[in-house]
């Protein structure tokens, strides 16, 4: 049985040396076990931030551990009245390895989806699949004819959630590196435009193919590519922060804030303006007017004399020398 095992933590990109092949017999199944032989191993972006020993949603792999990885396989053999021999399983933790023994409560059973190939298993209808669907319906949510564009436009996950975007009503616009990606996406896939990141300033390409701004953004990227997207946001956008690969190879720590922690903690971040909510002023009046009244909602004002001293005034509030809200008297009331 061959097994990745994570001998260290990789500085950078990935390299010889990190992981190791181990070899080792092929476990065998205890009670309520079954013995799994991977067909498939899932590759995924998050693989890289599993390595660090960093806080993510998942705790990292440990020195000298098996690498963690999405399979997908075959029980050969089963101790477990749940599973027989044949049954087609996802391991919910999987490994690198050719084969695992798995406690029963730690497996699903799966099945194949018709006539399709497995590998749809592990993509398209798997969390591929998964991660493109409900981030476009359930975060994105685009409306009939808005402006969406997608990072990592013409990978696993970019590419589909482009074309569900497009079935919902949206022109979609795809980031991606060549000119081969980015004729795939606008050719095959139907996007309605391809920005090619490797060979063309993204700015000015956005400028070009998003006229009228960009209201959802489905960033798989991060980086200087989110930037030029990030700056051309309309009023009322949506941005869907799904990946930031650019930094996982990252050496040093991101600046501050770090958006990795939006995805790992699933971070709602929105804007806000109090100017979409002077329609409703009577709405704040009648819930806090009897608070103030009672005087259950302490409140304190702090009263600069006389126009002349705005300007001085104003400084007050970078330097904090004011007590509670402040304001200029100028006449008498
Ligand atoms: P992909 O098939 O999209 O492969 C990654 C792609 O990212 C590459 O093909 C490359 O495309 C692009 N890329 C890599 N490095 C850079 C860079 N520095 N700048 C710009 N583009 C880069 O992988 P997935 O579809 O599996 O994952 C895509 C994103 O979705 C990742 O960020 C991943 O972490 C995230 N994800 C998030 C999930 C979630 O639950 N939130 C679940 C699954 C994935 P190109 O050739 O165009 O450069």
């Known amino acids: 049985n061959r097994t990745w095992v994570l001998r260290q933590r990789p500085v950078g990109d990935l390299k010889d040396g990190d992981l190791e092949l181990v070899e080792s017999p092929i476990p065998e199944a205890g009670a309520g076990e079954v013995l799994v032989r991977t067909i498939y191993l899932s590759l995924d972006p998050t693989n890289r931030t599993w390595m660090n020993d960093t806080e993510g949603y998942l705790p990292p792999v440990g020195l000298g551990d098996p690498m963690r990885g999405l399979t997908l396989g075959v029980v050969e053999h089963s101790k477990s009245e749940r599973f027989s021999p044949g049954d ?4 919910v933790s999987g490994q690198w390895a050719e084969w695992a023994v798995v406690p029963e409560k730690g497996l699903r059973k799966t099945q ?18 998964m991660t493109a669907y409900f981030g476009v319906t359930d975060v994105c949510r685009p409306k009939a004819g808005e402006t969406m564009v997608i990072s990592a436009a013409a990978g696993a996950v970019g590419s589909i959630a482009g074309q569900i975007a ?6 979609v616009i795809g980031i991606a590196g060549g ?13 309605d435009g391809a920005v090619d990141y490797k060979n063309e300033d993204v700015g000015q390409a956005l ?29 009322f956008g949506r941005i869907a922060v799904c990946g930031l690969i650019s930094a996982y190879n990252a050496t040093s720590a991101p600046r501050a804030p770090n958006f990795a922690r939006i995805i790992t903690h699933r971070l ?23 608070w103030v009244i009672s005087g259950g909602l302490k409140w304190k004002v702090h009263v600069e004399e006389g126009i002349e001293t705005a300007p001085d005034a104003l400084k007050r509030l970078f330097t904090g020398r004011h007590d509670g809200k402040l304001l200029v008297k100028v006449s008498e009331e």
């Open 88 to 91: 087609l399983v996802m391991p």
């Open 112 to 129: 194949k989806f018709g006539d399709l190939p497995l590998t749809a298993n592990l993509s398209v209808l798997g969390m591929t699949g």
């Open 166 to 171: 497009k079935k919902r009503g949206a022109r």
């Open 179 to 191: 000119p081969d990606k980015c004729a795939w996406l606008t050719d095959e896939l139907g996007f």
């Open 207 to 235: 400028d070009r193919l998003c006229p009228d701004g960009i209201d959802i953004d489905f960033e798989n990227v991060g980086g200087d590519i989110m930037s030029a997207v990030w700056s051309r946001m309309n009023v």
């Open 268 to 290: 709602n971040v929105r804007g806000f303006l109090v100017l979409d909510y002077v329609g409703r002023a009577a709405e704040m009046a009648a819930e806090m007017g009897p």
